[in-house]
Structure formats: C-alpha cells, structure tokens
C-alpha cells in the first residue's frame, strides 16, 4: 500500500478548517501534544502538521487565488529517513507513511533540513521533531465507522477538496482523480517523489467586467445622493 | 539558515583538531624540522584531541533532546552525521595508541601503523561532516562537492597552523611548517574563493513554480497562513544582507587566509617568530569561524519558497 492525501486546488476555500482538525485530534493523538507557545500572547506560534498558504497565480484580469495546503507528502523516497542519525525517523514497509518515534529523537533537526516541504517541525517543549502521522492512529482503528477511518483533515474539510486512500492500487478514487485531473507532486526536481498529489486549479473563462458606470440621469441621481449621505 | 554557534565552533574546533593530528603525524614520520621531541609530539597530540572532543561536546548543545543522543551512532548506513559520529569515536582510540606508542617506544611499525590509520580516519571524519550539508538536495548552496573540499583544506589549514606555532615554540627549524602552512593555506583559499563564485549562480534550482507546481503563469505569496513566526522561519527563514555577506567574504580572505600569509614571512624571516605565529593561528581560526558562520547564513533553503521567495 501507498498510503497518501490527493488535494484539490481548484476547490480549497482556505479556511485552514484541516488545519485545526489536524491539530485538534493529533494533539491528543500518538504523537502529541503540538506544543502552542504564547497561544493567547503578542507572538502566537507553535506545532502544526498542516498549514495552508495562499498564492496568486498570474496577473489581472486573468489572476487567481490559490489555497495551498500543506503537509508531510509521505514521499517515496524521504531523504529525512536516510538522514536521520538516531533511526527515530523511519517510513513503514506496509502503508509507506513516514513516522517519528517520539521515544528515540534527540531533536538535531536534520531531518527538517533534508525536507523541501516544511512538513517536520520541532516541538521545542519535548525536544522532538513531529509532523504528520496520516492520522496512522485513525484510520487504522476498528471501533471507528469504517467511513470515518480517514484522516481528521479529509473528514472535516467542508469543501471537499481532500481526498485519501491508496495509490499503489490503480483504480482507487485517488489514483483515478489523479489520473483525470493531470495530478503531480511538488518540486519534482528534487526526486523526493512525492505521495501526495495535488490538482490543479482549472481552466476558466476571464469573467468580463464591465467598463465606465452607465450614465444617465438616474445614476447621476445615484451618485449625487451618494455624496451627500455620511456614511 | 540560520547560524547556530554551537555548530560553528564544533565545526572549527573539530576541524582543526583533526588536521592538527594528522600532520603532527606526517611532521613526526619525516622528523620535519629536526622533528618534535617525545613530549612536544604527545603534548600536540593531546591538543589536538582536546579540540575534537571540545568540538563534539558542544555539538550536543544544539539538541533539543540531548538525552537521546547516543542513538546517533545507529543510522551509520545511511546517515552522515552518524558516519561523522561514528568515525570519530574509532578516531579517539587510535590517535590514544598512537600517543601511547610514542610516549612508551613502542616498536615502530605499530607507530606509523597507528599513526597512519588516526590520520586517514581525522581524514573521513572531516569529509563526513562536510557530507552532512552537502548531501542535502534542499539547500543548493552546500549541495556541491566544494563543501566537503572546503571543510578538509579548511580544517587542514588552521591545523597546519596550529603545528606551526608548536614548531616555532619548540625551537625547530620552521622552513618545512611555514612551505606546509602556506601550501595548505593557499589550497583552502583557492577553493573557498571557487565556492563563493559557485554558489553566486543559481543554476537549476527551484522556483516557486516548481514548489506549488502552478508553471503556467507567474505565480506569488499572498498570505503565509501563520500569525507570528514558525519552527520554519525560525530554522530556515534568516537572510542576510548581500553587502553584508561581500563584507563577511573579505575579512575572510583578509583575516582568515590574507595574515596567516604574512604571518609566515614574519616567521620566516624570523622577526619575533612566535607572536608572528600565534598571528597566524589565531587568524586562521577566526577566519575559518566567520567562514562557517557565512556558510549556514548564506544558505537558503527551498523551503522559503513557501514564504515568498521565487527562487532559492
Ligand atoms: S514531505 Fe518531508 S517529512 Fe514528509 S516524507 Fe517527504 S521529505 Fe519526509
Ligand atoms: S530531529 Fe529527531 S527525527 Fe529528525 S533527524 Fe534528528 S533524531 Fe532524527
């Protein structure tokens, strides 16, 4: 099994809702807590496993927002395994999710520095790196619904647009969205090979925008009772 | 990246003491300037185990969870930095039989034997801990075999200059040190001078269209998602000045490579050899620590593609 996340951007919202999902079961989850420093002070920072960015994409008119969400890729081939002194980072034969053995960091932060995508981050209340599980304690667990063993992100996500399962098989919804939808990994020049994949937003018509105000009497009207209203 | 001292002064340390040990070898198998006595050569040998154990201590110190840190011996098959930890600690019992066949005469071939052995294993060490940056595809500043080349001439360099200035304290003739020093010298610059002009070239690094995979148009930061700073920004969002990186690069070459130079004409010339000499050193030192500082500030990791960057 090649366990992994499909995201669509065309469809995120960038409500960061995975965002605080993820954080609120994984903090109680194996691996936590995700530390919060200073979570009501000036500075509020802290551990999360999922972040979302947001980019624009091209120029007016034919700009475009785009939510980026972010998390461990699960990568095929994760130098952050190869590179970790201690064995605490490792990547599972069965399912292919890399994990952190809690018990065995010594927090030197290599691993972070060998990931392209930001995924791990140092709990610098426990001295260990942490980053995404795959919701390994979820989607796993027997006295869950079987339709709610998915991770706490695809589960809360309101627009849709996360999806999990197995991409070693070729006809899981995963593998065919991909398919479909022209999906691809991240900074493929690195050849981390990433398992998450990510659709692109797609192709739309620029919407015309009309050019000068109407004129007339009534929008002269309009506009002169627009000045004189305090607002 | 950001600059850790403990990692600086780790690296330096360490570097100088391992090139310090394998040319108090190389100086002690051809008697080089009349040739270290018994005591000088185990007093040096002792320096330059001291620096390397300094070194490693305060490596520790940049570990969140130092407690853990004897596992680092365990990914020896593919980690450097457990390679690095590994061939160290084969270094230290070998350079204390080394030490132990000069103090005690034993017979020579277990000498050269040993010695030969500590030198090439302070060899591997220093090319491990070059190996841990420029293994990582994620930073294309250190993702070049001149990070590694740089770490052994510049450990070898302070460590040449170290030997110096044991020669010039111990009354020998100076001629093969200071034609060792300024050879080694020379090398060091010559290829830190290639590096600073290697890396200026961003080659076929990414960009912020590979990272988010949007290559059809141009693409820019909005919004980094986070209120205040993250474990990311801290660790890898540090940027430095590029007038104040062409400083920092001058007083290497001035500090770190430029007075050592002239430091060993004084010597030679024999005009007040042993101030001259703790010159030399000393510079070689600071220059190697401002080079090691600029090494991990210069540094960008594709990371900060995320963060706005458009390319690293
Ligand atoms: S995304 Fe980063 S942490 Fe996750 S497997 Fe890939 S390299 Fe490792
Ligand atoms: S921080 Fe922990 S998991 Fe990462 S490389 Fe170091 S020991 Fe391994």
Not at chain 1, 91 to 108: F, P, S, T
Not at chain 1, 112 to 120: D, I, M
Not at chain 1, 218 to 228: M, T, Y
Not at chain 2, 287 to 311: D, I, K, P, S, T
Request: charged share 15%; aromatic share 12%.
């Amino acid at each position: 099994m090649r366990l992994g996340l499909v995201i669509d951007l065309d469809v995120c919202v960038g409500c960061h809702a995975c965002a605080i999902a993820c954080k609120e079961w994984n903090a109680s989850g194996t691996i936590g807590p995700l530390s919060d420093y200073q979570p009501y002070g000036a500075e509020p920072s802290g551990v999360w496993f999922n972040r979302i960015r947001h980019f624009e994409m091209d120029e007016y008119p034919n700009n475009k927002t785009v939510n980026f969400p972010m998390s461990c890729n699960h990568c095929e081939d994760a130098d952050c395994v190869t590179v970790c002194p201690t064995g605490a980072s490792y990547k599972r034969a069965e399912d292919g999710i890399v994990l952190v053995d809690q018990d065995k960091c010594m927090g030197c932060n290599y691993c972070s520095w060998a990931c392209p995508y930001g995924a791990r981050e140092l709990d610098r209340s426990s001295g260990t790196m942490k980053k995404c599980t795959l919701c390994v304690d979820r989607i796993y667990d027997q006295n869950l619904p079987v339709e709610e063993r998915q991770p706490s992100c695809v589960l809360t996500c309101p627009a849709h647009a996360r999806m999990f399962g197995d991409f070693d098989d070729p006809d899981s919804a995963v593998s065919r969205v991909v398919r479909e939808r022209g999906g691809y990994g991240l900074m493929p020049e690195l050849n981390y090979n990433p398992t998450n994949q990510y659709l692109p937003p797609r192709r739309k018509p620029v919407i015309e925008m009309s050019g000068a105000p109407k004129g007339g009497l009534k929008e002269s009207i309009k506009q002169f009772a627009n000045r004189l209203v305090r607002r | 990246m950001h600059p850790a001292f403990s990692v600086i002064f780790f690296t330096v340390a360490s570097g100088a003491g391992f090139g310090l040990f394998s040319l108090l070898f190389i100086a002690d198998t051809f008697k080089l300037g009349g040739g270290f006595e018994r005591d000088q050569l185990v007093a040096g040998g002792l320096i330059a185990m001291a620096l390397v154990v300094f070194g490693l201590l305060s490596s520790t110190f940049h570990l969140a969870n130092p407690k853990n840190a004897w596992r680092a011996f365990s990914r020896f098959r593919t980690s450097w930095l457990s390679r690095e930890g590994v061939f160290a600690m084969i270094f230290m019992p070998l350079a204390l039989i080394y030490l132990a066949s000069i103090m005690f005469d034993a017979p020579l071939w277990l000498r050269e034997i040993s010695g030969f052995l500590t030198a090439v294993l302070a060899w591997i060490t220093v090319f491990s801990t070059g190996m841990i940056y420029a293994c990582l595809k994620t930073i294309r500043q250190w993702n070049t075999p001149l990070v590694p080349a740089n770490y052994l001439a510049l450990g070898y360099a302070s460590g040449s200059l170290l030997l110096l200035l044991g020669a010039v304290i111990s009354g020998l003739d100076t001629m093969p040190y200071i034609a060792m020093s300024a050879l080694i010298v020379a090398i060091a610059a010559v290829l830190k001078a290639i590096y600073y002009f290697w890396i200026r070239d961003p080659g076929l690094s990414p960009t912020i269209n590979t990272a988010t995979g949007l290559t059809r148009a141009k693409v820019k930061l909005l919004d980094t998602g986070h209120t205040h700073g993250t474990f990311l920004t801290q660790e890898f969002g540090y940027r430095l000045a590029r007038k104040k990186a062409g400083l920092i690069k001058t007083l290497v070459f001035v500090i770190g490579f430029g007075l050592p130079g002239l430091m060993l004409i004084a010597v030679f010339n024999g005009e007040s050899g042993q101030f001259a000499a703790l010159a030399a050193a000393l510079g070689g030192l600071i220059g190697a620590a401002m080079e090691r500082w600029l090494f991990f500030a210069e540094a960008r990791h594709v990371v900060n593609l995320y963060h706005g960057a458009q390319r690293c």
